[in-house]
């Protein structure tokens, strides 16, 4: 499966973006998605995730209550609408897909997009 990133940007410290990943799988809803997220010098991160049917998301404590995972899956797209922003949030922003059994927790990611770049100003 191939996966597109898009709707990054430079944005103020309490400002909101909204990230955007299309899918080519054929059977979108086959893959539990997620967003990880990768900061200069630090390792990569899990910060949310959710079920292939929509109906089951997790957060990492860093990001809970400021960002919302969703999915449509008519449109083979992920979303993660991300509020609050501060700049610790400053990351390249990955998307991945599982075809893994997974219903809580961080996801495990078998596909990687490209990322998007993220930028917080303070």
């Known amino acids: 499966v191939q996966l597109v990133e898009s709707g990054g940007g430079l944005v103020q410290a309490g400002g909101s973006l909204r990230l955007s990943c299309a899918a080519s799988a054929r059977t979108f809803t086959s893959y539990n998605m997620g967003w990880f997220r990768q900061a200069p010098g630090k390792e990569r991160e899990f910060v949310a995730a959710?079920?292939?049917?929509?109906?089951?998301?997790y957060y990492a404590d860093s990001v809970k209550g400021r960002f919302t995972i969703s999915r449509d899956n008519a449109k083979n797209t992920v979303y993660l609408q991300m509020n609050s922003l501060k700049p610790e949030d400053t990351a390249l922003y990955y998307c991945?897909?599982?075809?893994?059994?997974?219903?809580?927790?961080?996801?495990?990611?078998?596909?990687w997009g490209q990322g998007t770049q993220v930028t917080v100003s303070s």
């Open positions: 991945a897909a599982s075809i893994q059994y997974w219903q809580y927790g961080p996801l495990k990611a078998d596909y």
């Open positions: 959710i079920r292939w049917t929509g109906g089951s998301t």
